[in-house]
């Protein structure tokens, strides 16, 4: 699938563009997409600002040393690109050579001897139309600054290479007199020319709005610069979503402390929080991500929406993320241990750890909630957690199971889990059943038959994973020994039976006592236990792979 173009313009200078588009190539990066950013803006250059503290190596070449790829007949021009070192591939191809972080002293008379009128006439535009090839089958999306204004330059960024616009401006009657109008100037532009693209669509960016301090007037210019950029909305926006709505999820803020200087706060802030300037910048990177779609889904849940853009070219570590009470402890343990068996990547959530909420990302594609009785407090801000981030924009929705003890009341359960897919398991019966279930639902295929020796491996697992950190008196521990001694013997042997009545008998050794005191199980006797699982879990993978 071939990338996207999307120019960043602005009618007047000193409006954020490059700083948008900054943040945003890093965001769409660490989502997992490939981007390059190009800086366009050839008389005021200084994208590669924003990425000094990353960047390896400083441009040796870039926009400017193109076109003179072109003017010298070069048969198999240069990328003329530098990686950049943040998460994911992002690459920038800069307006020049920059030394010492400034553009090399050759860069203003090589920039200004260019002739763009005279290079189009000796056939420029199918040269540009070659590096647009090479470039959208390299990269997901190619980022591109403008020139200010209208020019040569700026014609090019607008007309002949974008898919797409994002039109950056700020609240006041400069921006707004002519920032529809550009638009319009584009459109008739790439009519005129040979190649066959549909009509613009243009994202309006209203950018450095101060509404903090200026509380009242900020929503008044609010306001009037959604009017004014409401036909800009008009091919793509969904129905139903008005423009005020959608131009305040672009609006990106005013915060004095990143008007200083070439800065990315999305490095920075994170996970942003609402009041926060990459909390906005998100959303702009997320309405690219997903190709100016589903903005239905923005305006009804913003965090959502970002999330879909965040995971969907995501691969995650994890299918299943189990979280259970810690009454259903065993019950986890052994479903697991199923869904193992059945080929799933399945783990335990850490329950109560608050360091999972803070995590930008998510281990697991789907959840499942093991409820007795009622559901914990825990689970319920991991549930809402989920929900919020969950919501698809292309019907490939991750999915939330409830596996709900016999009696529990669904009726108490949350309202937005009483409409989910609830599975009914008995707590004293190992969970084979549901695993089976839970497999089917999220392969959409039926989950294969395991054989014998599987259910033998799958017994043992679950009876060292079982074994308590204390046993209720020292004289058990010799029994424990003899018994998974026994266990590796038979395992040794292929004797699966043996395995499985081994296994038996270490469950009921484990048991703890019934007052809750005991004895901690020497070191020793752990290293054992842990060198016979590691045997069975290798096993195991040896028998699903």
């Not at 990177?285 to 589903?294: M, P, T, Y």
């Not at 497999?439 to 599987?454: G, R, S, V």
């Not at 799958?458 to 060292?464: G, V």
Request: glycine fraction near 6%; charged fraction near 25%.
């Amino acid at each position: 699938m071939s990338g996207t173009v999307i120019t960043f313009y602005s009618y007047k200078g000193g409006v954020g563009r490059s700083f948008t588009l900054a943040n945003a190539a890093v965001l769409l990066a660490r989502w997992g997409y490939r981007v390059l950013a190009i800086d366009w803006d050839l008389e005021a250059p200084g994208l590669h600002l924003y990425f000094r503290p990353h960047v390896s190596e400083m441009p040796p070449s870039g926009v400017v040393d193109l076109a003179h790829d072109f003017i010298q007949k070069v048969q198999y021009p240069a990328s003329h690109t530098v990686r950049v070192d943040v998460e994911g591939v992002l690459h920038l191809m800069a307006a020049g050579k920059i030394v010492d972080h400034r553009l090399d002293a050759s860069y203003a008379p090589r920039m200004q001897e260019i002739n763009w009128e005279a290079l189009y006439e000796e056939g420029f535009a199918e040269f540009l139309e070659e590096r647009r090839a090479e470039w959208i089958a390299q990269y997901d999306f190619v980022l591109i600054d403008s020139r200010t204004g209208v020019s040569d330059i700026a014609g090019i960024c607008t007309a002949q290479l974008p898919d797409r616009l994002v039109v950056v401006f700020t609240a006041n009657d400069q921006n707004l007199n002519d920032v529809v109008d550009i638009a319009h100037l584009a459109d008739q532009a790439r009519d005129r020319l040979p190649y066959d693209r549909p009509r613009h669509q243009v994202m309006p960016v209203l950018s450095r709005l101060d509404n903090r301090m200026e509380y009242q007037r900020a929503e008044e210019w609010q306001q009037k610069c959604a009017g004014v950029v409401a036909p800009l909305f008009r091919n793509w926006l969904v129905k139903g979503v008005t423009s005020e709505q959608m131009l305040r999820h672009l609006t990106v803020p005013y915060i004095s402390y990143w008007s200083f200087g070439e800065l990315l706060p999305v490095v920075v802030e994170r996970p942003p929080s609402p009041d926060q300037i990459s909390f906005a910048l998100e959303t702009v990177a997320a309405v690219i991500a997903q190709q100016f779609d589903r903005t239905d889904l923005l305006a009804d849940n913003r965090d959502a929406y970002v999330a879909a853009a965040r995971s969907r070219r995501r691969k995650f570590d994890l299918d299943l993320l189990v979280s259970s009470p810690r009454k259903q402890w065993r019950t986890g343990t052994e479903l697991i241990t199923e869904l193992r068996l059945l080929g799933l990547k399945a783990d335990r959530s850490v329950s109560g750890d608050p360091e999972i909420l803070d995590q930008a990302g998510d281990a697991a594609e789907h959840l499942c909630l093991v409820v007795a009785g009622e559901l914990s407090r825990w689970q319920l801000t991991e549930a809402e957690r989920f929900v919020r981030r969950t919501l698809g924009p292309d019907g490939a929705q991750r999915q939330m199971f409830c596996l709900l003890t016999r009696g529990t009341d669904r009726e108490l359960l949350p309202g937005f889990l009483r409409n989910l897919r609830h599975l009914d398991f008995d707590p004293g019966v190992r969970p084979v059943r549901v695993a089976r279930e839970l497999h089917d639902l999220i392969k959409a295929t039926p989950a294969p038959e395991a054989e014998p020796d599987q259910e033998a491996l799958r017994d043992a697992e679950a009876a060292l994973r079982e074994l308590p950190d204390q046993l209720p008196y020292p004289g058990r521990f010799v029994l424990v020994e003899e018994t998974v001694r026994g266990m590796a013997g038979a395992l040794d042997d292929g004797d699966m039976d043996l395995l499985r009545d081994r296994s038996a008998d270490l469950s009921l050794l484990g048991k703890p006592h019934r007052n809750g005191t005991g004895v901690a199980v020497p070191e020793r006797l752990r290293t054992e236990v842990s060198a016979l699982l590691a045997r069975i879990e290798r096993r195991i993978t040896a028998f699903t792979n």
